[in-house]
């Protein structure tokens, strides 16, 4: 059921949409004696997507999201022994259509996790990404992610792969299962900087231990507080992202699936 809430009620209320279809109705009332509720409607709607698509507004956003984990550093510790890599990077449909991996976003997961594999050679490797689809067909991320690592040098017996996850909460509970941490192991998660804490407090509460390694990052600092987006659309992307993790962390607090509305460092 939270699965589907959050596809159905959760897409609705992503910015973009809703103001949409607060301009949609505005747009039939105006046919109707609510002609002068129509036209505030209209007015609202077009004046709300210019702020979010043009505004700073994305940024402000996401830069509490983003600057929640700092950098990863390697430390004197011991090297990790495996990396989890949470999907969302490839489109599995249009892979499936193709016959061949399609990456369209958030590539640097994929990327970082390769160098990292690379330069812990012992450490194993778990791609964990199903089809985030609420009528799903046979695709999934996990599929095509093989090849892809295999293609960057990464040998196949190094890699675990996890097709049957729908969400970052699903990530974490099929992760563990599968991998059954040890205590005492040093786990990397690798994932979009604006994602880890949300990402981070799910696999907490899954009770698998994990250190962030944040990538993807969308805001430079705090000079872009004050920037302008020279696209509308990209504006709206930024908002829509953040929204998106700040509706998840909201929902996935007050259903009790994380202990912090935002999840931080561990304390050391």
């Known amino acids: 059921m939270f699965f589907v809430l959050s596809k159905t009620l959760g897409y609705m209320l992503m910015p973009t949409n809703f103001l949409i279809g607060v301009g949609f109705i505005g747009a039939i009332l105006l046919l109707t004696r609510f002609a002068s509720l129509g036209r505030k409607l209209v007015m609202a ?33 011991a090297p990790p022994d495996g990396i989890v890599v949470l ?3 490839i489109e ?44 799903s067909n046979d695709a999934r991320e996990a599929d095509f992610a093989g090849a892809i690592f295999e293609s960057l040098g990464i040998a196949k017996s190094r890699l675990i792969m996890e097709r ?12 563990k299962a599968l991998v059954a941490p040890k205590d005492g192991e040093r786990w990397l998660l690798v994932t979009s900087a604006f994602h880890m804490p949300r990402s981070v407090g799910l696999f907490r509460k899954a009770g698998f231990a994990v250190e962030a390694y944040p990538v993807d990052w969308r805001v430079g600092g705090r000079g872009d507080f004050t920037k302008f987006s020279n696209s509308i659309l990209d504006g709206l992307g930024r908002t829509e992202t953040a929204a998106r993790e700040w509706m998840g962390l909201v929902a996935y607090r007050a259903t009790g699936k994380i202990d912090d509305l935002l999840p931080g460092p561990a304390p050391k």
């Open 45 to 77: 709607a077009v004046l709300l997507l210019v702020i979010c698509g043009l505004s700073p507004l994305g940024n402000l956003l996401l830069y509490p999201l983003e600057q929640r984990f700092p950098r990863w550093e390697a430390g004197a510790g």
């Open 87 to 89: 999907g969302a990077s």
């Open 92 to 135: 599995a449909d249009i892979s499936a259509a193709h016959g061949t991996p399609v990456v369209r976003s958030a590539p640097d997961r994929i990327i970082a996790a390769a160098a990292l594999a690379h330069r812990y050679p012992d450490a194993r490797i778990l791609f964990t990404g199903g089809s985030a689809n609420l009528i």
């Open 164 to 175: 049957a996850s729908r969400n970052t909460l699903e990530n974490a509970q099929f992760s």
